[in-house]
């Protein structure tokens, strides 16, 4: 089933669901780019738009939604099997502004500079899109240098209604998921996520062709596409914030104005999932492991109060019961045949 969401939203929250399915549901959802704009290069239209309830709201990072998953209520969890991201268009782009990335002009601009009229430019990359050799080439630098970067799909914002039924802006992310921009969340992942409200009401955007650790430019490769999802729903496994199992790893998430902090939280949560029921590891044991074999993913890390990190540990270093278990929580995820 191909899901072309009637609406899109800038807010993640108690909307009416534009689409319902039942657990086990493997659906296709269409995406335009974080800049509202679809394959074709045209723009969402209006009266597909959220509309705006006497707030400022900021047209950046439309979601597709929400979806309703039958059976989904508050303590269960969200099971999202990350298929495929099809990339629809052979274009994406980045832009280059003043304070818009995470370093400001003073950390950019070389010290002898400073007195010089040296800012930062305002600049629209744009990167020609390469599938046949799933390459990312730069095609209107400011300097001379030819750049090519591999291609790998990711989806940046994800995530449920929050846990009290309020509006959260889809730039910012937190227990609810939302705008983490972890590389993690790409193809052959299935994203764990906490149900607050009755049917989950899952949506999902701002598709990147590829992303560095941080987003530090405040974007990644911005482009548009098609999701394929398998969503299930895990009755009474609740969880307090987003986890992620991958074929080889499993990552907890944290979101927090303090990147240390974010990291403690991240850390923490992944001692936690492991040491509770069903796995019952050792939490002291785990604590120790983690030093040695511990993995941090960054995501996002523009917005002050929206620094995200995964932590996360290889499944070969657990033992195998968790490694069974963790398995059969993920389930078969296969790439789609394009």
């Not at 149900?195 to 701002?206: R, S």
């Not at 548009?224 to 895990?234: E, M």
């Amino acid at each position: 089933m191909t899901f072309f969401s009637d609406r899109f939203y800038y807010t993640f929250g108690p909307h009416e669901a534009s689409l319902r399915i039942r657990s086990g549901d493997m659906l296709t959802v269409v995406c335009a780019d974080s800049d509202n704009q679809l394959a074709d290069g045209s723009e969402l239209s209006i009266d597909r738009r959220q509309v705006a309830t006497g707030s400022a709201l900021f047209e950046g990072n439309p979601v597709a939604g929400p979806i309703y998953v039958e059976d989904a209520e508050p303590g269960d969890c969200l099971a999202v099997d990350v298929l495929d991201i099809e990339l629809d268009r052979d274009w994406g782009r980045t832009l280059l502004a003043p304070d818009h990335g995470l370093l400001s002009t003073e950390q950019l601009v070389p010290t002898t500079d400073r007195e010089s009229s040296v800012t930062v430019p305002r600049h629209m990359y744009r990167w020609h899109l390469d599938h046949a050799k799933n390459l990312a080439r730069l095609e209107n630098p400011l300097g001379g240098d030819a750049v090519e970067v591999p291609i790998r799909p990711m989806l940046g914002t994800i995530g449920v209604c929050p846990q009290q039924g309020q509006e959260v802006s889809t730039m910012l992310a937190g227990s609810h998921g939302g705008n983490m921009d972890l590389a993690v969340i790409r193809p052959g992942s299935s994203l764990l996520l906490p149900v607050y409200q009755q049917g989950g009401l899952l949506a999902l955007g701002d598709i990147h062709a590829a992303q560095g650790h941080g987003e530090i430019v405040g974007g990644g490769i911005e482009t548009s596409g098609k999701v394929h999802l398998r969503v299930r729903v895990l009755k009474g496994a609740r969880i307090d914030a987003p986890r992620v199992i991958t074929k080889d790893k499993i990552f907890a998430i944290a979101t927090n104005g303090d990147l240390r902090r974010a990291s403690q939280w991240a850390y923490s949560r992944l001692i936690h999932w492991l040491a509770d029921e069903p796995f019952a590891s050792n939490r002291w044991d785990l604590y120790q492991l983690i030093s040695q074999v511990g993995i941090l993913e960054v995501g996002g890390m523009v917005v002050p109060s929206n620094f995200n990190v995964a932590a996360g540990i290889q499944l070969d270093c657990l033992p195998s019961r968790s490694r069974k278990l963790l398995q059969e929580m993920k389930g078969p995820v296969n790439h789609l045949a394009k």
